[in-house]
């Protein structure tokens, strides 16, 4: 029965995080993206997001982010710099092709800065690419 279950695998969707400049807070900061790398629309786009460390946790948040046009990006979340060193977790699942697809995204601690940056695909910046 498990055999005949199929878990697509959701490709050319990525998170990142690129430090932008903020006005509110009149710095840098950095934001977490999901970039639509696709040649289709994905529809009902939620991001799950949390963080952990030794011994903290960050609250869970849920993101519900509707429907996405190809090679598009989608702001998620700010991400504070006091969780930077924590183990940031983000779970995608969306609708595409008429099936259910999910994937999880790392960024290991202290793996957001600058010294990490690469080119993106779709936005025409730099930031860092979640695993």
């Known amino acids: 029965m498990r055999r005949d279950i199929e878990i697509p695998k959701a490709e050319n969707v990525h998170i990142v995080a690129i430090k932008e ?3 509110d807070f009149t710095g840098q900061q950095w ?3 999901l970039v639509n790398d696709r040649e289709d629309e994905i529809s009902t786009v ?3 997001s949390r963080g952990k460390s030794e011994d903290r946790k960050t609250s869970t948040l849920r993101h519900g982010l509707g ?3 190809p090679r598009t990006a989608a702001k998620v979340e700010f991400i504070p710099t006091e969780v930077l060193g924590f183990t940031n977790e983000y779970l995608l699942t969306f609708f595409a092709e008429n099936k259910l697809f999910e994937r999880k995204f790392i960024f290991e ?3 957001i800065s600058e010294e990490n940056v690469v080119e993106l695909p779709v936005l ?3 930031g860092i690419l979640a695993k």
């Open 46 to 48: 939620l991001v799950m």
């Open 31 to 33: 934001n977490i993206y």
């Open 124 to 126: 025409e910046s730099e």
């Open 109 to 111: 601690p202290n793996s």
């Open 21 to 23: 400049w903020d006005k």
């Open 67 to 69: 429907n996405m046009e």
